[in-house]
Protein backbone atom coordinates (compact mmCIF):
# COMPACT_ATOMS: atom_id res chain seq x y z
CA UNK A 1 0.00 0.00 0.00
CA UNK A 2 1.69 3.58 -0.97
CA UNK A 3 0.91 5.41 1.52
CA UNK A 4 1.65 9.58 1.35
CA UNK A 5 4.99 10.55 3.06
CA UNK A 6 3.55 12.79 5.83
CA UNK A 7 6.70 14.83 6.14
CA UNK A 8 6.23 16.00 2.08
CA UNK A 9 2.49 16.79 2.92
CA UNK A 10 3.54 19.04 5.68
CA UNK A 11 6.42 20.92 3.79
CA UNK A 12 3.71 21.47 1.22
CA UNK A 13 1.69 23.01 3.66
CA UNK A 14 4.45 25.22 5.14
CA UNK A 15 4.88 26.67 1.83
CA UNK A 16 1.58 27.23 0.93
CA UNK A 17 -0.38 28.21 4.15
CA UNK A 18 -0.15 31.84 3.97
CA UNK A 19 -1.44 31.93 0.01
CA UNK A 20 -4.22 29.99 1.24
CA UNK A 21 -5.53 32.22 4.59
CA UNK A 22 -5.11 34.73 2.27
CA UNK A 23 -7.54 33.47 -0.26
CA UNK A 24 -9.88 32.68 2.22
CA UNK A 25 -9.73 36.07 3.75
CA UNK A 26 -10.73 37.28 0.35
CA UNK A 27 -13.28 34.42 0.29
CA UNK A 28 -14.79 35.54 3.40
CA UNK A 29 -14.83 39.32 2.99
CA UNK A 30 -18.24 38.92 0.16
CA UNK A 31 -21.15 38.93 2.75
CA UNK A 32 -22.69 35.78 1.39
CA UNK A 33 -26.01 35.81 3.32
CA UNK A 34 -28.36 33.81 1.93
CA UNK A 35 -31.59 34.93 4.36
CA UNK A 36 -31.13 38.64 3.03
CA UNK A 37 -32.79 39.12 -0.39
CA UNK A 38 -30.36 42.34 -0.50
CA UNK A 39 -27.02 39.88 -0.60
CA UNK A 40 -28.27 37.63 -3.27
CA UNK A 41 -25.85 39.44 -5.14
CA UNK A 42 -23.33 38.67 -2.96
CA UNK A 43 -24.34 35.08 -2.80
CA UNK A 44 -23.90 34.81 -6.64
CA UNK A 45 -20.56 36.62 -6.20
CA UNK A 46 -19.29 34.30 -3.78
CA UNK A 47 -20.20 31.32 -5.93
CA UNK A 48 -18.47 32.77 -8.94
CA UNK A 49 -15.48 33.16 -6.78
CA UNK A 50 -15.19 29.93 -5.80
CA UNK A 51 -15.79 28.59 -9.16
CA UNK A 52 -12.92 30.77 -10.56
CA UNK A 53 -10.90 29.26 -7.59
CA UNK A 54 -12.01 25.86 -7.82
CA UNK A 55 -10.92 25.67 -11.45
CA UNK A 56 -7.45 27.46 -10.55
CA UNK A 57 -6.83 24.48 -8.25
CA UNK A 58 -6.93 22.07 -11.23
CA UNK A 59 -10.49 20.82 -11.34
CA UNK A 60 -11.39 20.06 -15.05
CA UNK A 61 -14.83 21.07 -14.92
CA UNK A 62 -16.71 23.65 -12.79
CA UNK A 63 -20.00 24.93 -13.35
CA UNK A 64 -22.73 27.69 -11.24
CA UNK A 65 -25.50 25.80 -10.89
CA UNK A 66 -28.51 27.52 -10.70
CA UNK A 67 -31.90 26.57 -8.04
CA UNK A 68 -35.01 28.75 -7.88
CA UNK A 69 -33.30 30.20 -5.47
CA UNK A 70 -29.44 30.90 -4.61
CA UNK A 71 -26.55 29.22 -7.22
CA UNK A 72 -24.29 26.49 -5.53
CA UNK A 73 -21.49 25.28 -7.74
CA UNK A 74 -20.16 21.94 -8.49
CA UNK A 75 -16.81 20.89 -9.43
CA UNK A 76 -15.30 17.83 -10.85
CA UNK A 77 -11.56 16.03 -11.34
CA UNK A 78 -11.85 12.37 -12.78
CA UNK A 79 -8.78 10.27 -11.86
CA UNK A 80 -8.46 8.44 -14.56
CA UNK A 81 -8.39 4.87 -12.68
CA UNK A 82 -12.00 3.45 -13.52
CA UNK A 83 -11.21 1.36 -10.26
CA UNK A 84 -11.02 4.51 -7.97
CA UNK A 85 -13.75 5.29 -5.61
CA UNK A 86 -15.71 8.36 -6.26
CA UNK A 87 -16.30 11.15 -3.70
CA UNK A 88 -18.72 13.75 -3.73
CA UNK A 89 -17.77 16.66 -1.16
CA UNK A 90 -20.54 18.45 0.45
CA UNK A 91 -20.80 22.04 1.88
CA UNK A 92 -22.13 25.16 1.37
CA UNK A 93 -20.60 28.78 0.49
CA UNK A 94 -23.25 30.94 2.19
CA UNK A 95 -23.47 32.29 5.49
CA UNK A 96 -25.42 33.31 8.55
CA UNK A 97 -26.32 37.22 8.57
CA UNK A 98 -23.71 39.16 10.69
CA UNK A 99 -23.63 42.86 12.28
CA UNK A 100 -21.27 44.60 14.52
CA UNK A 101 -24.28 45.61 16.77
CA UNK A 102 -24.96 41.73 17.46
CA UNK A 103 -21.64 42.00 19.63
CA UNK A 104 -19.16 41.89 16.84
CA UNK A 105 -15.82 42.86 18.20
CA UNK A 106 -14.81 43.70 14.85
CA UNK A 107 -16.59 43.73 11.37
CA UNK A 108 -17.70 39.89 10.58
CA UNK A 109 -17.11 40.48 6.96
CA UNK A 110 -13.46 41.57 7.33
CA UNK A 111 -10.90 39.02 8.67
CA UNK A 112 -8.87 39.23 11.24
CA UNK A 113 -6.49 36.64 13.22
CA UNK A 114 -5.73 36.75 17.18
CA UNK A 115 -3.51 34.29 18.87
CA UNK A 116 -4.40 31.37 16.02
CA UNK A 117 -7.85 32.55 15.60
CA UNK A 118 -9.35 34.18 12.40
CA UNK A 119 -12.37 35.37 13.33
CA UNK A 120 -15.24 36.19 10.66
CA UNK A 121 -18.91 34.93 9.43
CA UNK A 122 -18.01 31.68 7.95
CA UNK A 123 -14.57 31.29 9.19
CA UNK A 124 -16.05 27.83 10.54
CA UNK A 125 -19.48 27.28 8.84
CA UNK A 126 -19.09 27.00 6.70
CA UNK A 127 -16.19 28.63 3.72
CA UNK A 128 -13.08 27.58 6.16
CA UNK A 129 -13.94 23.99 6.07
CA UNK A 130 -15.36 23.93 2.38
CA UNK A 131 -11.65 25.65 1.40
CA UNK A 132 -9.34 23.24 3.52
CA UNK A 133 -9.66 20.31 0.49
CA UNK A 134 -8.53 23.56 -2.08
CA UNK A 135 -5.26 22.96 -0.35
CA UNK A 136 -5.78 19.28 0.74
CA UNK A 137 -6.32 18.12 -3.27
CA UNK A 138 -3.28 20.19 -3.73
CA UNK A 139 -0.69 18.82 -0.83
CA UNK A 140 -2.15 15.09 -1.91
CA UNK A 141 -0.80 15.66 -5.51
CA UNK A 142 2.27 17.50 -4.90
CA UNK A 143 3.44 14.83 -1.76
CA UNK A 144 2.22 11.80 -4.56
CA UNK A 145 3.81 13.28 -7.72
CA UNK A 146 0.74 12.80 -9.40
CA UNK A 147 -1.33 15.16 -11.53
CA UNK A 148 -4.70 13.83 -10.69
CA UNK A 149 -6.52 12.93 -7.60
CA UNK A 150 -6.11 9.61 -6.36
CA UNK A 151 -10.57 9.39 -6.45
CA UNK A 152 -12.75 10.79 -8.23
CA UNK A 153 -13.17 13.37 -7.16
CA UNK A 154 -16.63 16.30 -6.88
CA UNK A 155 -17.72 18.94 -4.99
CA UNK A 156 -21.13 20.90 -4.38
CA UNK A 157 -21.56 23.74 -2.47
CA UNK A 158 -24.66 24.92 -1.50
CA UNK A 159 -25.67 28.74 -1.59
CA UNK A 160 -28.77 28.11 0.59
CA UNK A 161 -28.06 25.97 3.54
CA UNK A 162 -28.88 28.93 6.16
CA UNK A 163 -32.22 28.81 5.21
CA UNK A 164 -32.92 25.63 5.18
CA UNK A 165 -31.86 24.42 1.62
CA UNK A 166 -35.24 24.73 0.33
CA UNK A 167 -34.13 24.09 -3.42
CA UNK A 168 -31.68 21.34 -2.20
CA UNK A 169 -33.51 17.94 -2.96
CA UNK A 170 -34.69 19.56 -6.10
CA UNK A 171 -31.14 20.40 -7.53
CA UNK A 172 -29.58 17.10 -6.35
CA UNK A 173 -32.53 15.01 -7.69
CA UNK A 174 -32.11 17.41 -11.61
CA UNK A 175 -28.24 16.56 -11.36
CA UNK A 176 -28.19 13.19 -9.51
CA UNK A 177 -26.18 11.46 -12.89
CA UNK A 178 -23.63 14.18 -12.75
CA UNK A 179 -23.52 13.33 -8.76
CA UNK A 180 -23.61 9.98 -8.65
CA UNK A 181 -20.71 8.78 -6.31
CA UNK A 182 -19.56 6.17 -4.04
CA UNK A 183 -19.59 8.16 -0.79
CA UNK A 184 -20.06 11.54 0.36
CA UNK A 185 -17.80 13.24 2.87
CA UNK A 186 -19.91 16.54 4.10
CA UNK A 187 -17.79 18.96 5.87
CA UNK A 188 -19.75 21.13 7.73
CA UNK A 189 -19.82 19.96 11.15
CA UNK A 190 -17.03 19.52 14.24
CA UNK A 191 -15.45 17.29 16.20
CA UNK A 192 -16.01 16.94 20.63
CA UNK A 193 -13.28 19.31 21.21
CA UNK A 194 -9.50 20.33 20.28
CA UNK A 195 -8.02 17.81 22.22
CA UNK A 196 -10.41 14.76 21.90
CA UNK A 197 -10.87 14.92 17.60
CA UNK A 198 -13.77 12.60 16.41
CA UNK A 199 -15.90 11.54 13.71
CA UNK A 200 -19.65 12.23 13.39
CA UNK A 201 -21.32 8.83 12.19
CA UNK A 202 -24.55 9.82 11.76
CA UNK A 203 -27.64 12.33 12.15
CA UNK A 204 -30.68 12.39 13.51
CA UNK A 205 -34.06 12.65 11.47
CA UNK A 206 -37.17 14.77 11.96
CA UNK A 207 -40.82 15.18 11.44
CA UNK A 208 -42.64 18.10 13.40
CA UNK A 209 -46.43 18.55 13.30
CA UNK A 210 -49.31 20.83 14.05
CA UNK A 211 -52.51 19.04 15.83
CA UNK A 212 -55.49 21.38 15.87
CA UNK A 213 -57.93 20.04 17.62
CA UNK A 214 -62.11 21.59 17.48
CA UNK A 215 -64.83 20.78 20.31
CA UNK A 216 -67.57 23.13 20.50
CA UNK A 217 -68.71 25.23 17.76
CA UNK A 218 -67.84 28.83 19.60
CA UNK A 219 -66.44 28.89 23.64
CA UNK A 220 -69.65 28.27 25.74
CA UNK A 221 -70.45 28.38 29.55
CA UNK A 222 -68.39 26.16 31.29
CA UNK A 223 -71.50 25.97 34.23
CA UNK A 224 -73.92 25.46 31.74
CA UNK A 225 -71.86 23.08 29.82
CA UNK A 226 -68.71 22.25 31.02
CA UNK A 227 -68.39 18.74 32.65
CA UNK A 228 -70.64 17.02 30.12
CA UNK A 229 -69.13 17.79 26.59
CA UNK A 230 -65.86 16.91 25.45
CA UNK A 231 -63.08 20.12 25.68
CA UNK A 232 -60.68 20.38 23.04
CA UNK A 233 -57.59 21.75 25.42
CA UNK A 234 -57.87 18.54 28.32
CA UNK A 235 -57.72 16.39 24.76
CA UNK A 236 -54.46 18.70 24.23
CA UNK A 237 -53.39 18.12 27.43
CA UNK A 238 -54.24 14.56 27.74
CA UNK A 239 -52.68 13.61 24.33
CA UNK A 240 -48.99 15.48 25.71
CA UNK A 241 -49.38 13.55 28.72
CA UNK A 242 -49.55 10.54 27.05
CA UNK A 243 -46.34 10.80 24.46
CA UNK A 244 -44.87 9.20 26.94
CA UNK A 245 -44.92 6.04 28.86
CA UNK A 246 -44.07 5.87 32.57
CA UNK A 247 -40.27 4.97 31.54
CA UNK A 248 -40.21 8.10 29.26
CA UNK A 249 -40.44 5.79 26.33
CA UNK A 250 -42.30 7.04 23.03
CA UNK A 251 -45.87 5.23 23.74
CA UNK A 252 -46.91 6.08 19.72
CA UNK A 253 -47.80 2.27 18.91
CA UNK A 254 -45.29 1.27 16.02
CA UNK A 255 -42.59 4.48 17.15
CA UNK A 256 -39.94 1.95 17.54
CA UNK A 257 -40.29 -0.13 14.19
CA UNK A 258 -36.88 -0.82 12.67
CA UNK A 259 -34.75 1.40 15.03
CA UNK A 260 -31.17 0.24 14.37
CA UNK A 261 -30.29 -0.27 18.33
CA UNK A 262 -26.84 0.90 19.22
CA UNK A 263 -24.08 -2.30 19.68
CA UNK A 264 -22.00 -2.73 22.95
CA UNK A 265 -19.03 -1.16 20.88
CA UNK A 266 -20.82 1.80 20.04
CA UNK A 267 -21.87 2.44 23.37
CA UNK A 268 -18.38 1.74 25.05
CA UNK A 269 -17.13 4.44 22.19
CA UNK A 270 -19.88 7.03 23.42
CA UNK A 271 -18.43 6.35 27.12
CA UNK A 272 -15.34 7.13 26.14
CA UNK A 273 -15.62 10.64 25.38
CA UNK A 274 -15.01 12.96 27.77
CA UNK A 275 -18.43 14.39 28.83
CA UNK A 276 -19.05 16.58 31.78
CA UNK A 277 -22.84 16.57 32.12
CA UNK A 278 -22.85 19.21 34.79
CA UNK A 279 -21.27 21.44 31.84
CA UNK A 280 -23.43 20.03 29.21
CA UNK A 281 -26.21 21.04 31.24
CA UNK A 282 -25.21 24.67 31.35
CA UNK A 283 -25.00 24.66 28.24
CA UNK A 284 -28.19 23.28 27.99
CA UNK A 285 -29.88 25.89 30.38
CA UNK A 286 -31.47 22.79 32.59
CA UNK A 287 -32.02 22.51 35.68
CA UNK A 288 -31.92 18.21 35.36
CA UNK A 289 -31.12 15.32 33.09
CA UNK A 290 -34.64 13.64 32.13
CA UNK A 291 -34.94 11.30 29.14
CA UNK A 292 -36.04 7.03 28.44
CA UNK A 293 -34.54 4.77 30.99
CA UNK A 294 -31.57 2.73 30.21
CA UNK A 295 -29.41 5.32 27.71
CA UNK A 296 -27.13 7.94 28.93
CA UNK A 297 -27.32 11.47 28.24
CA UNK A 298 -25.41 10.76 25.36
CA UNK A 299 -27.21 7.81 23.82
CA UNK A 300 -30.75 10.00 24.34
CA UNK A 301 -29.39 12.85 22.54
CA UNK A 302 -27.42 10.53 19.41
CA UNK A 303 -29.34 7.71 19.09
CA UNK A 304 -32.31 7.39 20.79
CA UNK A 305 -35.44 8.33 18.68
CA UNK A 306 -37.70 11.32 20.59
CA UNK A 307 -41.08 13.01 20.66
CA UNK A 308 -41.28 16.39 22.11
CA UNK A 309 -43.74 18.89 22.09
CA UNK A 310 -42.81 22.40 20.95
CA UNK A 311 -46.19 23.97 22.16
CA UNK A 312 -49.62 23.75 23.31
CA UNK A 313 -52.25 26.01 23.34
CA UNK A 314 -56.07 26.88 23.20
CA UNK A 315 -58.60 28.12 25.17
CA UNK A 316 -58.76 31.85 27.02
CA UNK A 317 -55.14 33.04 28.25
CA UNK A 318 -55.84 36.68 28.80
CA UNK A 319 -55.85 38.65 32.26
CA UNK A 320 -58.26 37.21 34.86
CA UNK A 321 -60.26 34.20 34.38
CA UNK A 322 -62.75 33.35 31.69
CA UNK A 323 -65.06 30.26 32.78
CA UNK A 324 -65.25 28.63 29.41
CA UNK A 325 -64.94 25.63 27.21
CA UNK A 326 -63.28 26.68 24.61
CA UNK A 327 -63.74 25.95 21.09
CA UNK A 328 -60.26 24.90 20.02
CA UNK A 329 -56.65 23.71 20.82
CA UNK A 330 -53.48 22.96 19.18
CA UNK A 331 -49.80 20.77 19.93
CA UNK A 332 -47.30 21.09 18.44
CA UNK A 333 -44.99 18.01 17.96
CA UNK A 334 -41.84 17.37 16.80
CA UNK A 335 -39.81 13.80 16.27
CA UNK A 336 -36.25 12.95 16.30
CA UNK A 337 -35.72 9.89 14.42
CA UNK A 338 -32.77 7.37 14.36
CA UNK A 339 -31.41 5.04 11.31
CA UNK A 340 -33.91 2.09 10.75
CA UNK A 341 -36.95 4.37 11.15
CA UNK A 342 -39.08 5.36 8.40
CA UNK A 343 -40.23 9.10 8.29
CA UNK A 344 -43.97 8.17 6.93
CA UNK A 345 -44.33 5.20 8.98
CA UNK A 346 -43.59 7.43 11.74
CA UNK A 347 -45.93 10.02 10.34
CA UNK A 348 -49.00 7.46 9.81
CA UNK A 349 -48.29 5.69 13.81
CA UNK A 350 -49.06 9.80 15.00
CA UNK A 351 -52.38 10.08 12.91
CA UNK A 352 -53.69 6.69 14.05
CA UNK A 353 -52.59 7.25 17.73
CA UNK A 354 -53.95 10.55 17.54
CA UNK A 355 -57.37 9.58 15.89
CA UNK A 356 -57.59 6.59 18.37
CA UNK A 357 -57.18 8.09 21.59
CA UNK A 358 -59.93 11.65 20.76
CA UNK A 359 -63.25 10.91 22.44
CA UNK A 360 -65.67 11.51 20.18
CA UNK A 361 -67.08 15.30 19.61
CA UNK A 362 -63.50 16.50 19.29
CA UNK A 363 -62.74 16.74 15.80
CA UNK A 364 -58.78 16.95 14.41
CA UNK A 365 -56.26 18.07 11.32
CA UNK A 366 -52.63 16.89 11.13
CA UNK A 367 -50.59 18.58 9.13
CA UNK A 368 -47.05 17.60 8.96
CA UNK A 369 -44.42 19.92 7.78
CA UNK A 370 -42.07 17.67 6.29
CA UNK A 371 -39.75 15.10 7.28
CA UNK A 372 -35.74 15.05 7.02
CA UNK A 373 -34.23 11.49 7.00
CA UNK A 374 -32.04 9.90 9.41
CA UNK A 375 -27.87 8.80 7.98
CA UNK A 376 -25.93 6.53 9.39
CA UNK A 377 -22.20 5.11 8.18
CA UNK A 378 -21.33 1.67 9.98
CA UNK A 379 -18.07 2.20 11.80
CA UNK A 380 -16.68 -0.58 9.84
CA UNK A 381 -17.53 1.34 6.64
CA UNK A 382 -14.01 1.31 4.47
CA UNK A 383 -14.75 5.59 3.44
CA UNK A 384 -15.13 5.89 7.66
CA UNK A 385 -12.10 3.99 8.16
CA UNK A 386 -10.38 6.30 5.70
CA UNK A 387 -11.23 9.17 6.86
CA UNK A 388 -10.56 8.30 10.66
CA UNK A 389 -6.93 7.05 9.29
CA UNK A 390 -6.47 10.41 7.83
CA UNK A 391 -7.64 12.00 10.89
CA UNK A 392 -5.60 10.32 12.48
CA UNK A 393 -1.98 11.01 10.93
CA UNK A 394 -3.04 14.66 10.82
CA UNK A 395 -3.63 14.97 14.32
CA UNK A 396 -1.33 12.17 15.76
CA UNK A 397 -4.21 11.17 18.19
CA UNK A 398 -6.72 8.61 18.35
CA UNK A 399 -10.13 9.70 16.83
CA UNK A 400 -13.24 8.81 19.00
CA UNK A 401 -16.83 8.48 17.26
CA UNK A 402 -19.78 11.23 18.09
CA UNK A 403 -23.37 11.39 16.59
CA UNK A 404 -25.26 14.61 15.91
CA UNK A 405 -28.38 15.08 17.52
CA UNK A 406 -30.00 17.42 14.60
CA UNK A 407 -30.50 16.98 11.50
CA UNK A 408 -29.15 18.29 7.78
CA UNK A 409 -29.70 18.25 4.34
CA UNK A 410 -26.79 15.56 4.13
CA UNK A 411 -29.67 12.91 4.62
CA UNK A 412 -30.73 14.22 1.37
CA UNK A 413 -27.14 13.22 -0.25
CA UNK A 414 -28.04 9.71 1.09
CA UNK A 415 -31.35 9.23 -0.09
CA UNK A 416 -31.19 10.63 -3.69
CA UNK A 417 -28.15 9.18 -4.39
CA UNK A 418 -28.30 6.00 -2.60
CA UNK A 419 -24.76 6.07 -0.39
CA UNK A 420 -23.64 6.46 2.48
CA UNK A 421 -22.40 9.92 4.06
CA UNK A 422 -19.81 10.69 6.49
CA UNK A 423 -18.62 13.76 8.24
CA UNK A 424 -15.26 15.32 7.83
CA UNK A 425 -15.05 18.79 9.85
CA UNK A 426 -12.33 20.07 12.41
CA UNK A 427 -14.69 23.08 14.10
CA UNK A 428 -14.88 23.05 17.57
CA UNK A 429 -17.98 24.07 20.09
CA UNK A 430 -16.16 27.44 21.39
CA UNK A 431 -16.34 28.48 16.88
CA UNK A 432 -19.61 29.71 17.25
CA UNK A 433 -21.35 29.06 14.59
CA UNK A 434 -24.47 31.42 13.73
CA UNK A 435 -23.23 33.70 16.88
CA UNK A 436 -21.21 36.74 17.40
CA UNK A 437 -17.37 36.61 16.95
CA UNK A 438 -17.44 33.21 14.64
CA UNK A 439 -13.83 32.28 14.35
CA UNK A 440 -11.80 28.87 13.00
CA UNK A 441 -8.76 27.95 14.79
CA UNK A 442 -6.08 28.26 12.25
CA UNK A 443 -3.99 24.96 13.36
CA UNK A 444 -6.93 23.05 13.62
CA UNK A 445 -7.70 24.01 10.03
CA UNK A 446 -4.44 23.56 8.73
CA UNK A 447 -5.71 19.46 10.31
CA UNK A 448 -8.42 19.68 8.11
CA UNK A 449 -6.31 20.38 4.87
CA UNK A 450 -3.52 17.72 6.09
CA UNK A 451 -6.11 15.04 6.44
CA UNK A 452 -7.79 15.76 3.23
CA UNK A 453 -4.15 15.23 1.96
CA UNK A 454 -4.35 11.97 3.00
CA UNK A 455 -7.50 10.80 2.71
CA UNK A 456 -7.93 10.75 -1.11
CA UNK A 457 -4.40 8.31 -1.36
CA UNK A 458 -5.63 6.35 1.92
CA UNK A 459 -9.21 5.62 0.18
CA UNK A 460 -7.98 4.94 -3.38
CA UNK A 461 -5.50 2.11 -1.84
CA UNK A 462 -8.56 0.99 0.62
CA UNK A 463 -11.40 1.21 -1.06
CA UNK A 464 -11.95 -0.26 -5.00
CA UNK A 465 -14.99 0.24 -6.39
CA UNK A 466 -15.23 -1.54 -9.62
ZN1 LIG B 1 -23.04 25.05 7.94
New binding site residues.
Partial sequence: MSTTPDSAVRAYLADHREAFLDDLAEWLRIPSVSADPERAADVRRSAEWLAAKLSGTGFLTTEIWETEGLPAVFAEWPSGDPAAPTVLVY??HDVQPAAREDGWHTDPFEPHTVDGKLYARGAA??KG?VFFHTLGVRAHLAATGRSAPAVNLKLLIEGE??SGSPNFPALIEKHADRLACDAVIVS??GMWSRDTPTVCTGMRGLTDCQVDLYGPDQDIHSGSFGGAVPNPATEAARLAAALHDADRRVAVPGFYDGVIELTDRERELFAELPFDEEQWLRTAHSHATLGEAGSTTLERIWARPTAEVNGIGGGYQGPGGKTIVPAAAQLKLSFRLVAGQDAAAVQQSVRDWVADRLPAGIRHDITFWGATRPCLTPLDHPALQSVVRAMERAFETKIRFTREGGS?PAADLQDVLGVPVLFLGISVPSDG?HAPNEKVELDLLMKGVETAAYLWGDLADTWRTA
Avoid: I
Fill in positions: GHDDQEEDTGW
